[in-house]
């Protein structure tokens, strides 16, 4: 019995780390296919792993000062599923309307990132053509967690003086789901890739 209990102390006090956060996704994924009952499961497990100690690198915080956000990869499965991101954002800088074509769920870490939502309007049936209308926002700040389903559309903007960071948990790496960027006043749709750090200890 008393090395039973021994055990169960010694989990209690182990930070949540990157493998056991993966090994959770799999068993997850691997027991649902709806996204809205994935991102149930995921978002508490994706918030103790962004707040448990031991995993963050100082570099992280670096940014793509093109792209206007530095994206580091935590993990990845070998066929791209299941993609672990840590991503900077620049003040005043962020991304286009997008979607994901897989689910997501992203949490606060640092700063202030404002997500505004979209709804389209179309049916999606011409080819590069999209008419979004702008919908609700709202700011993330460190704890707060946001899911978003395959065909969500939303973008995201540092709206604070300092870096912001998230973290972001996908079904799939987002450059291999084949999901699109949006411009708004042109009403086109283009696909949509974003640029990976290619930090030193990144999963190959
Ligand atoms: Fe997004």
């Known amino acids: 019995m008393s090395g039973a209990r021994y055990m169960e102390s010694d989990a209690m006090t182990s930070p949540y780390s990157l493998e056991q956060y993966v090994q959770d996704l799999r068993t997850i994924t ?41 994206v580091h990869m935590l993990h990845e499965e070998p066929n791209h599923d299941l993609a672990v991101f840590l991503i900077s954002w620049l003040p005043n800088r962020g991304t286009t309307p997008h979607n994901h074509k897989t689910w997501a769920v992203v949490v606060g870490m640092e700063g202030q990132e404002q997500e505004v939502n979209y709804d389209r309007l179309d049916d999606g049936s011409k080819p590069d053509y999209a008419d979004l209308q702008r919908g609700g926002e709202q700011v993330m700040i460190a704890g707060d967690v946001a899911r ?24 799939r790496h987002i450059n291999y789901t ?21 930090d030193e200890h990144a999963r190959a």
């Not at 978003?148 to 948990?169: A, F």
């Not at 009403?187 to 974003?194: G, L, S």
């Open 148 to 171: 978003c389903y395959p065909e969500h559309i939303h973008s995201v903007w540092n709206v604070g003086k300092e870096i912001s960071m998230s973290l972001h948990t996908y079904g």
């Open 178 to 198: 084949g999901r699109s960027e949006f411009d708004l006043e042109q009403k086109r749709e283009k696909p949509y890739v974003i640029k990976v750090a290619e």
């Open 30 to 70: 691997a027991e649902e296919s709806d996204p809205v009952r994935i991102t149930d499961r995921v978002a508490p497990l994706a918030r103790k792993f962004a707040q448990a100690p031991g995993w963050f690198r100082p570099e992280y915080r670096e940014c793509d000062v093109e792209q206007g956000f530095g």
